[in-house]
């Protein structure tokens, strides 16, 4: 009875040589990936280095002479990081309080239901081609900046502070209320509320005059490109934060309530720190979306390799790094590795490293919260 | 018995990605034609592809439009029977094609005169070419230099990885420096686009994109139209190129396709796409 439930040699042999070929093939499969990583990174150093070591470093960091098809090429670049710096701020300053407001809603504000809703369909911003954005960015919002200029930028302008605007009147309003006496409380907080978000008001009113009167020359600049990559960087934003607003717990709310907090000091004082470093994650890959992205600043942006005058005139067309690299491969010569091909490879490398940055430090920040968390 | 499924499993899964990972077979079939480059030169290939292909079923063409300099790129590196080109090919790229074996022949089968666009509602009507090249260098920036209203002028052109924007550099420019102003755009089409919904801009793009919807203007008193563009009177012209490794086998398809410039119906697609042919019929 025994000897048959052991197997015989020849099957455990098969057995065992199956299972290593299996172990070996699922595991070349899973490293593959990382595989992939090294050997871009190996391939854009290679190519990355030999322009340095033609063209030198100074003149790609410090110069704004961008002519790399003439026959004296100029690889001045520094016009080039402005840009893709400029779209990036411009971006994160429309996606990362819209972001966090609408997680925050999300999670603690809106009834359950509604969230059921909500969180698919901003998700779903994510699954729309970047080309399709891009389209749009040229096609409408171009046109619509040039016709209407001033007001679009100005109803922009509303969308992006007026709900930074509610909350910071919520917030210091019921700060102002609570130091009041208990029967006064209600009423000085209405009457708080009123007083600031009036005042609040006033302000934008006075920004929108303001913004109104701007004329747009042309449509396809850096301000076109900033509204269309901080919406496309909002479900990343929303979605993540919204994660890591839901990971704080019930325990924690409860508690803050339990010793008398309002629903304003629960976010503000307990849910938001508890959360701050899984927001800053979402912040940090909602920007390198911004970075990354490429066919909506190649089609809108205007791509003139020029810094604007002043750096922040976002209304003048800039060029990206992003683009310049989508742009110029065609005529970069491989064939004879000229320096104008090289060129291309030394910006990938920067965008590589800051890339690389940027994860290190949402990696370093994950972690720290998860031991935070415990 | 799990084990054994699992290690069939592997195998099925290894033998699914072999196949997958093989080269694909029939890349140099005789009634397959592979045409990449210009995207000035794409539309007539398409049209002559769509052509082609309804008179010869079984015969497989396809066009990319991936710009001049990749068209060339591809017949170096062998990847494509025939680059089309808005411009010669550089002593680079033949030295490069010599050097792998590959004989590039230019092969003219039309002209392309440059319109300087602009909108419909701009006032000016006619320039000179030093003024474009002023305009373009950035010396003129505001168009009530040129007698218009009092904006200033936005400049597009094509990206420089173009043919169009080579011709341009090349017919225009002078070697002089394109300002920094100008705003850089993927393709004829969309130029036409910038410029019909920006009554500040000035773009330039084939003869073969100019519509109602943008105006082109008279250049050193000559309005580009077929007759001046092929009589040469017209001064921003350029011939079109499709380059083949070496002469094509007499009556081999890649021959014939090559050959439909010179007939009636050919000469009659690049006029309706809005070229000029380089023979009359």
Not at chain 1, 60 to 68: I, M
Not at chain 2, 31 to 40: A, F, L, P
Not at chain 2, 180 to 205: F, K, L, N
Request: aromatic share 8%.
């Amino acid at each position: 009875m025994q000897r048959q439930l052991l197997i015989s040699k020849g099957a455990r042999r098969f057995n065992r040589l199956g299972a290593l070929f299996g172990h070996s093939l699922l595991g070349a499969i899973a490293s593959s990936s990382v595989i992939a990583l090294l050997f871009i990174f190996y391939f854009i150093m290679r190519d990355a280095l030999p322009f340095f070591r033609i063209e030198g470093v100074r003149e790609f960091f410090t110069s704004t002479h961008w002519y790399p098809s003439r026959d004296a090429p100029e690889f001045g670049a520094l016009a080039i990081f402005v840009g893709s710096a400029l779209v990036t701020l411009g971006a994160s300053i429309v996606a990362v309080p819209l972001g966090i407001l609408a997680a925050l809603c999300l999670s603690d504000i809106l009834p359950f239901s509604v969230r059921q809703v909500a969180k698919p369909v901003i998700e779903m911003l994510a699954a729309i081609p970047s080309v399709v954005f891009g389209f749009f960015a040229l096609v409408v919002f171009a046109p619509l900046l040039q016709t209407h200029g001033g007001s679009i930028i100005a109803a922009g302008a509303w969308i992006v502070f007026a709900p930074l605007g509610l909350v910071a009147v919520a917030v210091s309003s019921d700060a102002a209320a609570s130091r009041l006496p208990l029967k006064a409380r209600a009423a000085g907080r209405v009457g708080a509320a009123v007083l600031m978000g009036s005042l609040a008001i006033l302000a934008l009113l006075a920004l929108t005059g303001f913004l109104n009167r701007l004329p747009v020359s042309t449509g396809t600049n850096a301000f076109n490109v900033s509204i269309i990559l901080g919406i496309m960087a909002l479900p990343t934003i929303v979605s993540v934060s919204e994660d890591a607003l839901n990971a704080v717990g019930r325990e924690l709310r409860e508690g803050s309530y339990a010793l008398g907090a309002t629903r304003a000091e629960t976010l503000l004082k307990v849910v938001v720190p508890a959360a701050a470093s899984g927001i800053l994650a979402a912040v940090i890959l909602g920007v390198m979306r911004a970075v990354g992205e490429t066919m909506v600043v190649w089609m809108a942006s205007g791509n003139a390799a020029r810094i604007p005058s002043p750096w922040f005139n976002v209304l003048e067309p800039v060029r990206t790094l992003t683009a310049t690299i989508a742009g110029d491969m065609g005529e970069a010569d491989q064939v004879t590795g000229s320096a104008r091909y090289h060129v291309l490879f030394a910006m990938a490398l920067c965008l590589l490293a800051f890339a690389f940055i940027m994860n290190l430090v949402s990696e370093y920040v994950v972690r720290r919260s998860r031991k935070m968390r415990g | 018995m799990n084990r054994f499924r699992s290690a069939l499993m592997t195998i099925a899964l290894a033998a699914v990605l072999c196949v997958s990972f093989m080269p694909v077979a029939g890349f140099a079939q005789a009634n397959k034609i592979i045409v990449d480059g210009s995207t000035t030169v794409g539309p007539i290939a398409k049209a002559f592809a769509e052509y082609y292909m309804s008179k010869n079923p079984g015969v497989n063409i396809t066009v990319s439009e991936s710009g001049s300099g990749n068209g060339a790129k591809s017949l170096i590196n062998g990847t494509c029977d025939i680059a089309t080109m808005s411009r010669f090919m550089k002593d680079e790229e033949f030295k490069a094609a010599v050097a792998k074996g590959v004989y590039p022949l230019g092969t003219v089968i039309a002209v392309d005169g440059l319109a300087v666009i602009v909108h419909p509602s701009c006032p000016v009507q006619a320039l000179t070419t030093d003024q474009i090249r002023d305009i373009y260098t950035g010396t003129i920036t505001n168009w009530k230099e040129l007698g218009g209203p009092n904006v200033p002028i936005v400049l597009i052109s094509r990206d420089t990885n173009s043919g169009t924007y080579e011709s341009f550099e090349a017919l225009v420019l002078n070697k002089q420096k394109i300002s920094d102003r100008a705003e850089y755009v993927g393709s004829g089409g969309a130029i036409r686009s910038r410029v019909q919904s920006t009554p500040a801009a000035i773009g330039y793009v084939g003869l073969g994109f100019v519509d109602k919807t943008v105006k082109a203007l008279k250049v050193n008193n000559v309005y580009p139209d077929p007759a001046t563009v092929t009589s040469g009177l017209y001064p921003i012209a350029r011939p079109l190129f499709m380059f083949t490794n070496g002469y094509p086998k007499m009556g081999s398809h890649l021959y014939s396709f090559l050959n439909l410039y010179l007939t009636q119906k050919g000469q009659q697609i690049i006029e309706e796409i809005g070229f000029v042919p380089v023979t009359k019929y």
